[in-house]
């Protein structure tokens, strides 16, 4: 794992579920909360400044800006996709901005392009609540990183290696990320909660983003033992 440095001096904190998550265990990380001004201090003036988003107020508009900071942590729920034509499926990263009909289901929607194209896709975990879901298609189109570090702790955010878009590449062959840490699979909430707040912490203590990838692993576990997600 390299270790880059930071080019562009601003980090976001995106939480679609920070309240879901908070509500199911108190003691879970909230990264923004947790790290986001030890962050602010300890890269300062390199770092500054460093932006939170949670709930839905992480949406699309904030994950399409991206582009704009050298360190990216996501801190949500994932899932996988499969794309049209396609036999294997892509990791995606899920928002909690609501979707409405006007914004993709009508000509002139303002998300209409991005659905059609699948760079977007709406969940529907029930009959009464839709929300949106960022594809790997949706990374290449808008994103262009100057080589920023991105940890995404949502499930299955590196186990879609076989995909033809999987989620890894599209952050780092063709958006230009210079590190993506992502988990392998399905991981808990806690575990997977504890071990962020971990690596985290080690960013913002000064460590490499090896040398808090190393903590992290010591300290939470290397792999989650409820489920088959692990970081790498």
Excluded at 14 to 19: A, G, I, W
Excluded at 49 to 61: K, S, T
Excluded at 157 to 173: H, N
Aim: with cysteine; net charge negative; hydrophobic share 40%.
């Amino acid at each position: 794992m390299s270790n880059p440095q930071i080019r562009v001096p601003k980090a976001v904190i995106l939480e679609p579920f920070y309240d879901e998550w908070r509500y199911k265990d108190n003691a879970n990380a909230h990264v923004r909360d947790v790290v986001g001004e030890d962050l602010k201090l300890a890269r300062c003036p390199r770092l500054d400044p460093v932006h939170g988003y949670i709930n839905e107020f992480a949406a699309v508009r904030q994950f399409r800006s991206m582009s704009d900071y050298g360190l990216v942590f996501i801190n949500s729920h994932g899932g996988i996709h499969t794309f049209l034509g396609e036999s294997e499926g892509s990791g995606c990263i899920q928002t909690e901005e609501p979707a409405h009909d006007t914004d993709w289901n009508h000509p002139g929607g303002k998300y209409r392009a991005d659905i059609l194209q699948e760079r977007l896709i709406v969940w529907m975990p029930n009959s009464t609540t839709r929300s949106y879901v960022i594809t790997p298609r949706f990374i290449e189109h808008y994103i262009a990183f100057d080589r920023a570090i991105v940890l995404n702790s949502a499930c299955y955010g590196l186990s879609d290696i076989q995909a033809v878009t999987p989620l890894y590449k599209a952050f780092v062959k063709t958006a230009g990320a210079a590190v993506y840490i992502g988990f392998t699979g399905k991981v808990g909430i806690v575990w997977g909660g504890n071990w962020v707040k971990a690596f985290s912490a080690a960013m913002a203590g000064g460590q490499t983003v090896s040398e808090a990838f190393i903590t992290a692993s010591a300290k939470v576990g290397p792999f989650d033992p409820s489920s088959p997600g692990q970081p790498e």
